[in-house]
Every structure is written in structure tokens, then in C-alpha cells.
């Protein structure tokens, strides 16, 4: 049972709230109020869609509400009861995104979300009904209560099938036709194909390629005994002739070796015997005490260096500190302090101007403007007023019954116009004068402003340089400062001088230091060279009269030893050896060729006896697959024929009740011509409900059938929704159908929804009822409002 639901934002539904209970559940309304909306969308919140979504007359986005405020969003929330627990599912639609969460709840814990399939899933699940049985069977959409009427005739029968799942049967059916087809089509195909071999004739290739197998490996083997032998012994000449030639070679290298040595040491004595002639007038013992004063008398040079070349980086560093100093004090005192009195010095000058285009006394001359622009207001003022009183004598003037203003006597028409030409005259003269007055004003108000502005200026001026004479003072300070740091780096730099000339005049003297050394080194050097070339020809001579110990011996392993006939036996057995191999090779592949041969031939028998095997079994799954169609086909026609009893039982149940008159007294599901029909009993005759009956008795035969459906196909909902049922009804088949969804229907369904905009409904309700109305010309929001 549907307890509630909740709609934000929803089509025309701004924020609305509905309650259901068991029974008749009314909404109610004028076209265009939103009823239709909540039914679609309980729909929607079941199964994530419904009729009008599903055939695409309406995209997602058309769910949000648009009118009269524009929304990014939408969400449905429905509450039902079912097996003894409480549920809610949710769904959230966001523009350009289609449903971005879905929710489904179990007395309040969450089980499932955001995942919309999950949910649909799991709704299906607990309602024990799925989408297209709720949209076909339970839920009938606007003037579409005779849905099964307006299927053509046909496909009424697919229809059923679909929602029976009887379609099902009728696939499985059909694929096992087209199986037990192919498994035909595969027999005969192995059948032309042991037509076409003869088994006899393949067994005796077969033992005739085997037996000729058996002859070719023989020979292979005696082939392998002689290649083998023939490989041993070239294998020992090889060993034999690489021993000699390594030999040989061992001699060449000896014999290029000692000549080498005895080079060598002929290229050695020759040295030895120069350097000898070098050193014949030098004191070699003396040389290394030389060489240690020298090292001494250059470390202390280099100590004293060190010394004096920290000495004078740490004067430049203290040079560099001073006349850092000296240049930021120029910079930052000296060079602001001068900039500063040349602005101030020009401000001197502007005052001085300032002071010579106003005068000796401002003050003075400041008062005389302002008595002057006070002069010419008063004039102003007396002006307008003398102007006024003319245009008020001419205002009297031009009165009917005017008067002299001196004697009060009534003036004749020619007296009022010269009187009012005099006035008129003035008035202009005294226009003139105000207008030379306010150019007067108008000047001297300016000269009054510049003046204050000059004076302004001028106090300005005179506060900013008010310090000029410390400022100087200031300089004056600073530069004697300046005076005296720049002196101080003067004689630094002087230091500095001199110390970097005595720094260069030791380096000078190192170097002649580092060179008499040198010097001393090279001769040094160069004795050691000598002794040790001696020691290199003594370790020559040594090495030479090995090798030529060596050689003599190898000489005597060549005597009576013949390499070439021992190169020409190698080549024999070569050739040999090279023979035999060719001819393995033609076994390989004679052997290779026969038995690639004999696969060949057994495969095709072994497939021989398989397709035997295989057209027997083929035979049997023929005839199981024509027994399980059969079988197929007679359980839909048992279902079909199980669903008209039960249909045509709930019917005829209903019928008695939903239909107040006598002229229709029963009403069947029957089959003709292969298809579904709903007929009408008329005085023990079945007619058809197409094309024959009225309107009226056309709906009340598809509300019939409708409920018997719902019935059938989902009897764990016992639930019924009706869109705008009354189409096509006169008055007393509305009232008749008031009366059985108030007291008889029950006995059915435990939940019906109707939606209206017929009055007389209202006395269908058991549950709750509700009205909603909408302001359509100023597109307002949907407003609910409970009649009970």
C-alpha cells in the first residue's frame, strides 16, 4: 500500500505533501492542475520512469519545474507498506545531468543508493512486479483505460505473451526449431563426407607409409655410425694442427720479442749514456740538501705572504667599509637635504610671487571685495523688488475695472495703455540694471575667490618652508661629516697602494724561488732516471736471455713434423664428414615428408570413426530438440488457455458488479484467428467489444478487464491507478461506477487511485481525497487542498 508521497520542485508542484490509506484514494481537479503529474510520478519513483518519459514525448529535464521559477532540480519521494514493513524511495533529477541520485529505504535504515539500477532492481524485487506489468496492468495513463482495446489486432496475443512472460516459452521454442535445424544441416554434412571416404583404403596406405618409415630410419642409422667415426678422427687432427700451429705462432712471437728487447735496450744505453755526459759536472750528493734549503726559504716566503695578503684585505675591507659609508651619507643625508631646499627654495620664490600680485595689506583688500559683493546684492535685491511692484501695477492695470493709482479714479482704456507702455518701459530699464549689477557681482565674487585661494596658497607656502634655515644648517653639518670621511679614505686608499706594491715584489721573489727549485728538481729527476735505466738494462738483458732459451727448445718440436700433409687429411675428412651429413639430411627430410604423411592419413580416419560417432549423436539430440519444441509449445497454449479461465473468471465476477444495466450480462477473453478478443454475452450471443458496443459500454469492458488483469498479474499490489476513467460514461454508468469503487471493489483491490475532474467521484472515496487548482494564466503553482 502507497502511504505518501512528497514532490519538490516538480512540474507545477512546488513543494506538496500527499497521504494515502487503504481504500478509494481521489485526486481531483481541472485540467492542467497537476493531478496527473503525481500518479506519473509515483511511477517515476518505482521504477525510474514512466509512460510519457518512456516513449520520449517528454525529456528528464521537463520534470523540473520551469514555470513560474525556474529550478535546477526535482525529487519525488514515495512511501509504501508492504510483507509487514515500512518504505520510502527516492529519486533526484538535476538539469542536463537526468536522474543524479536515487534512494530506497527499510524502516527508515538506507539499503541502496545512489545507484539508480540498484534501486530499480531492488523496488522490483519487494513490489514482486516490474516496470512494464505496472505501466500495462496496474497503472491505466489519461484516457488510456482501454489500452488493451487499442492494441491492433494481431499483437494482442505478443502483448500478453510479454507481460505473462510467456515470450519467453515462445523464444526458447523457436531457438530449439533453429537448433534442431542445424544439427541436421551438421549431420548431413558429416554424412557427405563419409560418403565421399573409404576407410579400407586409408588403413592400407597407412601400413605401407609405415613400413617404408621403418627402412628409411635403418639406413639413417648406419649413416649416423659413419659420420660419427669420420667426426672423431677430424676432430684429432684439428687438435694435432692447432697444437703445431699454436706452436708457430708461439715461436713468431718469441723470435718479434726478443728482437724488441734487444732494441730496447740498445735505445736505453744510448739515453743512460746522455744523461750520464749532463751530470758529469754536477754534485749529485749535494743536490738534495740544495733542494731542502730552497723548499725552507719558500715556506717562509710563502707564511710571510699569507701574513701581509691578510693584512691588506683586511685594509681594503675596512677602505671598502669607509667609503661605503662616505657614498651612502652622500646619498642618503647630503643629496635628500639638498633636494629638499631646492623644493623649498622654489616654494620661497612662489610665495615671494605670491606676496607681490596681492599686495602690502590682503587683509584690506580681502574686506573691500566682500563690502563690494555685499554692495551689489543689496542693489540686486532693491531692483527686483521696484520690478515686482511695476509688474503688479500693470497686473492692476490690466483689470477691467482699474483705477488711477494716485486718485482712484477709473481709467478709460487709452489712459491704461500709456500707463502700462510707462511701467513696461521701466521694468526693461530696470532689467538692464540688474543685469549690469550681477556681471559687477559675478566679477568681483571671482576676484574675491582667486584672492582667498592666493592667500590659502600662500599660508600653505609659508608653513612648508618654515624650516628652511635648519635645513641649511643641516647641510651645512652634513657636508663638513662627508668632508671628513672622504679624507679618511683617501689616506686609506693610500696604505692600500703601497702595501698591494710590497704584495707584488714578494710574489716576484717566490717565483724565482719556484723556478731555482724547479731547476733543482729536473736534476734530481733526471739521476733518478739514470739509475733507473741502468736497472731497466740489467731486467732487459735478463728477459732476453729467456726468450732465447725458449726459442731454441721450440725449434727442436718442429723436427720431423709435417704440417701440410697434416692439413691435407684434415681436408679429406672434411669432405667426408660433409657427405655424410648431406645425405642425413635427405633422411630428415625423406622421414620429415612420411610421417608428416601418416598424420595426414590417420587424422582422416580418426575423423572417419568420430563423424560416425557424431551423426549417432546428432541423430538423438535432433529428436530430443523436436520433443522439447513440442513440449514448449503445448505448455504456452496450457498457460494461454490457464490465463483465459482465470481472466474470464475474475471478469465475470467484476462484470455482475461494474455494469448496471441487463442488456451485456457476461463478458469473456477468447481466441480468434489466433489473437486475443474481448466480447460482450447479448441474448446467448458473444459479439465483440470492437466496433459494436458504445462508449460507454467499451470502457466499463476495458475498466473490466483492466481490474482482472491487475488481479492476476500482480496479485501481491492488490492495486489499481485510474487517469480521468469516466471517459465515454453517461450519468448513471458514473454513478454506478461511484457506487462500486466506494462499496465493491474492495472485495478486490485493496488500493485504487482514480484521478478526475468529475464532481460525482467524490462519493467514490474511502480514503483520502484531494483537490488541486492552479492559477494556469499567471502560471502559478500547484495548490493541494484534503476535502477529508
Not at 517515476?44 to 516513449?55: E, K, N, R, V, W
Not at 607656502?461 to 679618511?488: C, G, H, P, W
Not at 697602494?497 to 729527476?525: F, H, P, Y
Not at 489499481?720 to 448513471?732: Q, R, V, Y
Request: hydrophobic share 35%; charged share 35%; glycine share 4%.
Amino acid at each position: 500500500m502507497i502511504t505518501g508521497i512528497k514532490l519538490k520542485n516538480w512540474r507545477s508542484h512546488l513543494d506538496s505533501s500527499i497521504e494515502f490509506t487503504d481504500g478509494t484514494n481521489a485526486l481531483l481537479g481541472h485540467m492542467g492542475s497537476g493531478k496527473t503529474t503525481i500518479l506519473d510520478s509515483i511511477c517515476f519513483a518505482f521504477f525510474g520512469t514512466f509512460p510519457i518519459l518512456q516513449s520520449k514525448k517528454i525529456k528528464l529535464d521537463d520534470l523540473i519545474m520551469n514555470k513560474p521559477s525556474l529550478k535546477e532540480m526535482a525529487e519525488v519521494e514515495v512511501f509504501f507498506q508492504t510483507d509487514g514493513k515500512d518504505y520510502s524511495v527516492k529519486r533526484v533529477v538535476e538539469k542536463r545531468k537526468g536522474t543524479a541520485y536515487s534512494e530506497l529505504r527499510e524502516n527508515g535504515k538506507l539499503i541502496e543508493a545512489p545507484s539508480t539500477q540498484r534501486v530499480n532492481e531492488l523496488v522490483e524485487k519487494i513490489l514482486k512486479v516490474n516496470y512494464d506489468l505496472f505501466s500495462k496492468a496496474i497503472y491505466s495513463e489519461q484516457n488510456a483505460l482501454d489500452y488493451f482495446l487499442t492494441i491492433p489486432k494481431g499483437q494482442r496475443m505478443r502483448k500478453i505473451d510479454e507481460l505473462l512472460t510467456i515470450d519467453k516459452f515462445e523464444k526458447a521454442r523457436s531457438n530449439a526449431g533453429s537448433l534442431a535445424n542445424k544439427v541436421l544441416e551438421r549431420k548431413s554434412s558429416a554424412q557427405m563426407i563419409m560418403d565421399n571416404v573409404n576407410a579400407n583404403d586409408l588403413d592400407v596406405k597407412i601400413k605401407e607409409i609405415k613400413s617404408s618409415l621403418q627402412s628409411l630410419i635403418s639406413e639413417k642409422v648406419q649413416s649416423e655410425v659413419g659420420v660419427k667415426s669420420t667426426k672423431q678422427r677430424r676432430m684429432l687432427v684439428e687438435i694435432d694442427l692447432q697444437k703445431l700451429r699454436r706452436m708457430k705462432d708461439d715461436f713468431e712471437i718469441l723470435k718479434r720479442e726478443e728482437r724488441g728487447l734487444s732494441s730496447g735496450i740498445d735505445e736505453l744505453y744510448r739515453s743512460i749514456m746522455k744523461v750520464e755526459q749532463k751530470l758529469s759536472n754536477i754534485d749529485k750528493e749535494n743536490i738534495g740538501e740544495a733542494m731542502k734549503s730552497s723548499s725552507d726559504l719558500l715556506d717562509e716566503m710563502t707564511r710571510s705572504l699569507e701574513e701581509n695578503s691578510i693584512e691588506y684585505q683586511k685594509l681594503s675591507n675596512e677602505y671598502f667599509k669607509f667609503k661605503t659609508e662616505a657614498d651612502v651619507y652622500k646619498r642618503e643625508i647630503i643629496d635628500k637635504l639638498e633636494k629638499e631646499l631646492g623644493i623649498k627654495l622654489a616654494a620661497q620664490k612662489e610665495a615671494d610671487l605670491i606676496k607681490k600680485k596681492i599686495g602690502r595689506d590682503p587683509d584690506k583688500q580681502l574686506e573691500k571685495r566682500k563690502l563690494a559683493v555685499e554692495k551689489y546684492v543689496g542693489e540686486l535685491e532693491s531692483l527686483r523688488i521696484k520690478m515686482s511692484d511695476l509688474a503688479e501695477v500693470i497686473e492692476q492695470l490690466s483689470s477691467v475695472k482699474a483705477t488711477c493709482p494716485v486718485c482712484e479714479a477709473r481709467l478709460t482704456d487709452e489712459k491704461k495703455i500709456v500707463l502700462i507702455k510707462s511701467k513696461r518701459e521701466k521694468i526693461t530699464k530696470l532689467q538692464a540694471n540688474i543685469n549690469d549689477a550681477l556681471k559687477k557681482k559675478e566679477i568681483t565674487e571671482t576676484e574675491l575667490r582667486q584672492l582667498m585661494s592666493m592667500l590659502d596658497r600662500l599660508d600653505d607656502i609659508l608653513n612648508r618652508i618654515s624650516d628652511f634655515d635648519k635645513l641649511s644648517s643641516d647641510l651645512d653639518t652634513a657636508k663638513d661629516i662627508y668632508k671628513v670621511l672622504s679624507e679618511n679614505s683617501i689616506k686609506m686608499e693610500a696604505e692600500i697602494k703601497i702595501m698591494k706594491q710590497n704584495l707584488a715584489e714578494m710574489q716576484k721573489k717566490m717565483v724565482d724561488v719556484r723556478n731555482s727549485r724547479g731547476e733543482l728538481e729536473l736534476l734530481n729527476s733526471q739521476i733518478h732516471e739514470y739509475n733507473a735505466g741502468k736497472r731497466r738494462i740489467e731486467e732487459l738483458t735478463s728477459q732476453r736471455s729467456l726468450i732465447v732459451s725458449h726459442l731454441q727448445q721450440l725449434e727442436k718440436s718442429f723436427v720431423g713434423v709435417d704440417i701440410r700433409k697434416l692439413e691435407e687429411e684434415l681436408m679429406e675428412l672434411a669432405g667426408k664428414e660433409k657427405e655424410f651429413s648431406t645425405k642425413m639430411q635427405s633422411f630428415d627430410q625423406l622421414v620429415f615428408e612420411r610421417e608428416n604423411r601418416l598424420k595426414e592419413l590417420e587424422n582422416a580416419y580418426n575423423t572417419i570413426v568420430k563423424e560416425r560417432d557424431e551423426i549417432r549423436k546428432l541423430d538423438q539430440v535432433a529428436i530430443q530438440l523436436r520433443i522439447f519444441e513440442k513440449s514448449l509449445e503445448a505448455t504456452q497454449i496450457q498457460l494461454r488457455q490457464e490465463f483465459i479461465t482465470a481472466v474470464n473468471y475474475s471478469m465475470n465476477q467484476l462484470w455482475q458488479t461494474l455494469y448496471p444495466y441487463r442488456d451485456f450480462a457476461d463478458i469473456r477473453l477468447n481466441v480468434e484467428e489466433g489473437d486475443y478478443v474481448l466480447q460482450l454475452l447479448s441474448r446467448n450471443e458473444w459479439i465483440n467489444v470492437e466496433g459494436i458496443v458504445s462508449g460507454g459500454e467499451r470502457s466499463l469492458a476495458a475498466l473490466t478487464l483492466r481490474v482482472a488483469l491487475s488481479l492476476i498479474l500482480a496479485p501481491h499490489l492488490r492495486m489499481l491507478f485510474l487517469d480521468e476513467p469516466t471517459s465515454n460514461l453517461d450519468a448513471k454508468a458514473i454513478e454506478e461506477l461511484s457506487t462500486t469503487l466506494r462499496e465493491r471493489i474492495h472485495e478486490f483491490i485493496d488500493q485504487t487511485f482514480i484521478i478526475t475532474h468529475e464532481s460525482e467521484l467524490e462519493n467514490a472515496v474511502t480514503g483520502h481525497a484531494y483537490r488541486l487548482q492552479r492559477d494556469k494564466v499567471n502560471d502559478g503553482y500547484t495548490e493541494i487542498v484534503k476535502l477529508n
